[in-house]
């Protein structure tokens, strides 16, 4: 009797046992992909741009709560699109079209031109307010002396800095491009201009530097710069691997305006990003839902 009860209880514990294995096969199995999805990885491309800043953050909130994980890597523009055609970077939000364009068509095969983030950006060479008899690119031929033959620009990584010597050559500039981070050329030309000294150097919108300086954007009659605008570029893959992150990517969009206040917010008052991001997220609830196609 002892070994019947004996084996009745063994024989119960076995089911039972078999029944929580079960269970726990099927727990694994019905949230396996939903656990893959939400501790995949999503990394973005940060170049050393203000712009590039408001956007980052909002998008990254956004995926942190569809479940992704998401990383950050810093770096200049080429540095940036050679990731994304490799696949070590995902997403990239501030894309400058036409000025990237060369990176587009060069890794066509491994990215793509998602969104369209706003525009249009006007961009351009900048001179103060005060330089009253220079309007145009081509004010500045002969002229060139007075800026002592320099065009303060940001780093070369970046594109555009081969559209600067395309007009510093197809207008006969006798000029040299100076490249430095965004933060270097800005010190340089306030330097200037606290003197009310000439000074030429590149310029952009959203930036917070039209609201900081009396400057005004130089005509271009050659339109070698043309009419730029933001996008959104992600890496092929992104598509398959994280369908839904890619369709909220697809659909982004984002005012000129609300970008150039945030920067303002960011660097002129010292609000952290995240919560400047969250404050547009929450002020914005319909944009939002819009690009997450709810």
Known sequence: MKKLIFGFVALTFLLIFAGCSSDGDAANDGSGSEGSEANQTITFGVTPWTSTVPPTEIAKILLEDMGYAVEETSADAGSVYVGLSRGDIDVFMDAWLPAHETYLEKYADSIENTAKSYGPADAGLVVPTYMEDINSVSDLVGKEGEFKNK?????????????????????????????SSEGGMLAQAMKSMEQEEPVLFYGWRPHTMFNKLDIKILEEEKDIFGTASVHVITNNELKESAPDAYKFLSNWSIPIEDVEEMIGKIEDEGQEPKDVAQEWIDNNQDKVDEMLAK
């Open 151 to 179: 065009l303060y620009s940001i780093e070369k990584g970046a594109s555009v800095t081969g559209y600067i010597n395309d007009v510093i050559d197809q207008y006969g500039l006798d000029m040299q491009q100076v490249n």
